[in-house]
């Protein structure tokens, strides 16, 4: 639970409560003086809806230079950041040849393998050279190369599941394979802060959704209990198929999944486990294979496991590990597998070698030492931001370290102050976040070097001073002194 301190949950409403009166009265008049751009429409009704884009035009634009900045070299831990300049009061943006070199504290470039690999690159390359950009082709028609199935296997073997299939995109392979799996009379129990993908999966897939609060294992309970005593709606009949749906590491909390507790219990209520590994799969672990291996919970006990290589692998696509049987039904019935074209070849040969380097069988240690080194960087750079009086969510282990913002002036600026001293950081607010916790989302890589992240500290330590976002100040140093008084230093 984040508890926000009172005075700035306070100013947090006020802020969002002046842009929203401000907005409205701007509408206002913009409707009178718009009069007669509504009788052009001739009858069409407006395409984007007055009332559903306010937040955009109102509260969006004002900070848009802060999103979708435009990057010209790999995501490493440092890039290219194109400068970019507008005519209109950043209702526009151009874009300039004007290039920021900047440290990268946005990517999910967590084991470093999103830029040149010296094992990685040059296979890509040769893939690219013997195949081609894409198999044009769905995996059914022409679309299942060599490297495909090679993909599958390599994949099933790393995660600890008998079997995979693979997809060109992550956000896909939860949004089509949820509805595959359930439907009408099922019910999909899912974490409060699922991610979106898992939301529009869930929707689509016409089951009944529940959600339980936010990794709370009692609360799931509870879900559970209620939901099997009262049936499906109605008829009260018992559920078809009850699947429970959580994350590995949360995206946007930098938290890990309760998961010993979680399955216990789902064990108890008979209830499917599916496991979205997106940002644990490759970070944690000991040898990279995500919060099973971190928590100590058997694959087995995981019926449905899902993630992306989107983030520690460096490439595209997703994947959705399980039983032969499960793995071999998804293959006849997912219209993503069906109707989609299969994984680009290159991006394909990018998961199977990083995969390699993580298992060792390049014969070399770098997937140890990357292993390593992301967990210690996480480690260290927490740690650090903890001490220095910030507000950080999250795990220890967790490379994903979300700064509180929460009052929307603070979000530009904290981004356009660090971007001015050559620090490229992630904002996120509403609606990826509650409207009042607004943060920055740190995400650490085993390519930042000590140095990058002892100068990301100290810029992210002026502009957090500068900014006022120091929310817990680091009380001063007592001094236990023999006479039992506490002295301060
Ligand atoms: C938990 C989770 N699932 C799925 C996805 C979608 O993956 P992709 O970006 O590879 O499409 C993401 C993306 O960030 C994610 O965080
Ligand atoms: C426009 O964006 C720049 C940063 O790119 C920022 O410094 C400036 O304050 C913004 N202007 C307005 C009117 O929001």
């Known amino acids: 639970m984040i508890t926000i301190p009172y005075l700035t949950a306070l100013t947090t409403y006020f802020s969002y409560g002046l842009l929203f009166a401000f907005g409205q009265f701007r509408d206002f008049f913009r409707k009178i003086f718009d009069w007669w751009q509504a009788s052009n ?12 884009d306010f937040y955009i035009r109102r509260l969006y634009l004002r900070i848009q230079d802060c999103f979708g900045r435009p990057i010209s070299s790999p995501p490493d831990a440092w890039f290219d950041v194109v400068e970019r300049v507008s005519n209109d009061n950043n209702k526009t943006l151009k874009r300039t040849t004007v290039i920021n070199r900047c440290l990268n504290l946005g990517s999910y470039n967590y084991l470093g393998f999103a830029a040149a690999d010296e094992y990685c690159t040059p296979r890509v390359i040769e893939t690219l050279k013997k195949f081609s950009p894409s198999t044009c082709s769905t995996r059914v028609d022409g679309g299942t190369t060599t490297l495909h199935s090679e993909l599958e296997e390599v994949v099933a073997n790393f995660v600890g599941k008998p079997a995979a299939v693979v997809f060109g995109m992550g956000y896909v392979t939860n949004s089509a394979i949820l509805p595959v799996l359930i439907g009408k009379g099922g019910l999909i129990i899912s974490d409060s802060l699922n991610h979106n993908s898992i939301v529009n999966g ?33 008829t009260h009949r018992p559920w078809k198929k009850i699947i429970v749906v959580v994350e590995g590491i949360y995206s946007m909390e930098g938290e890990l999944c309760k998961l010993p507790e979680i399955v216990a219990i789902c064990k108890k209520y008979k209830a499917y486990v599916y496991l979205d590994e997106a940002h644990s799969i490759g970070a944690v672990g000991k ?5 099973c291996e971190l928590l100590g919970v058997d694959t087995a006990d995981i019926d449905i496991m899902m ?27 997912c219209p993503a597998h069906l109707y989609a074209t299969s994984i680009s070849p290159p991006a394909a ?17 770098r997937g140890a030492q990357k292993l390593a080194k992301i967990r210690e960087n996480s480690n260290f750079f927490r740690s650090e931001l903890q001490k220095m009086g910030f507000e950080v969510l999250g795990d220890n282990d967790s490379p994903v370290m979300p700064i509180m913002l929460y009052n ?28 009042l916790l607004a943060r920055a989302r740190i995400c650490i890589s085993a390519a930042h070097t000590r140095e990058d992240l002892v100068r990301a500290l100290e810029v992210i330590s002026r502009v957090g001073d500068l900014v006022g976002i120091k929310y817990f100040p680091a009380e001063p140093n007592k001094q236990q002194l023999d006479d039992g008084r506490v002295k301060l230093e």
Do not use: W
């Not at 993630?307 to 019935?333: D, R, V």
């Not at 040969?349 to 240690?365: F, M, P, R, T």
């Open 307 to 333: 993630g992306t290589f989107t983030k520690s692998f460096g490439s595209c696509g997703g994947y959705i590990a399980g039983s032969m049987e499960l793995i071999q039904y998804l293959k006849y019935t």
């Open 349 to 365: 040969q990018q998961i199977i070698s990083s995969i390699k380097v993580i298992l060792g069988e390049d014969g070399s240690s």
């Open 287 to 291: 040898t990279g294979r995500g919060v």
């Open 202 to 234: 869930a929707r689509g897939s016409g089951a009944t959704i529940r959600v339980f609060q936010h990794n709370t294992p009692s609360h799931l309970e509870k879900v559970l209990r209620e939901q099997i005593a009262d049936g499906q709606p109605r």
């Open 41 to 52: 429409l001739q009858g069409y009704a407006p395409i984007c809806l007055g009332l559903e």
């Open 408 to 435: 929307p002036a603070k979000i530009p600026a904290f981004s356009r102050e660090c971007l001015k001293q050559q620090v490229a950081v992630v904002t996120v607010a509403f609606p990826a976040t509650p409207l």
